[in-house]
Nanobody, 115 residues
Framework: QVQLVESGGGLVQAGGSLRLSCAASGRIFSISAMGWYRQAPGKQRELVASVISDSTTTYADSAKGRFTISRDNAKNTVYLQMSSLKPEDTAVYYC?????????WGRGTQVTVSS
């Protein structure tokens, strides 16, 4: 069983930075995709960024150039470095692991960007 615990959320002013971390317990294969999604009030959950074993990354257009995803396979941890934050980045950010067709989710961490 895979469990995910996010940390690093908080309140930041526009233009600021935050680094989210997600620690996974259980066996995570390096080939599995690890990523971050977010959900703002009244909106659907959306992909922010994902990374697979060979460091192939995918970013939402809104995240390109401002966010960087990385993973440490030895620590079963995925990170999301967010810079130049905007009020529209305000959301609950969820960690996700997709392994052998099964999606695992963390409980989420709130990111609030004030203008």
């Amino acid at each position: 069983q895979v469990q995910l615990v996010e940390s690093g959320g908080g309140l930041v002013q526009a233009g600021g930075s935050l680094r989210l971390s997600c620690a996974a317990s259980g066996r995570i294969f390096s080939i599995s995709a690890m990523g971050w999604y977010r959900q703002a009030p009244g909106k659907q959950r959306e992909l922010v960024a994902s990374v697979i074993s060979d460091s192939t990354t995918t970013y939402a257009d809104s995240a390109k150039g401002r966010f960087t995803i990385s993973r440490d396979n030895a620590k079963n941890t995925v990170y999301l470095q967010m810079s130049s934050l905007k009020p529209e980045d305000t959301a609950v950010y969820y960690c996700n692991v997709n392994q052998w067709g099964v999606a695992y989710w963390g409980r989420g961490t709130q990111v609030t960007v004030s203008s």
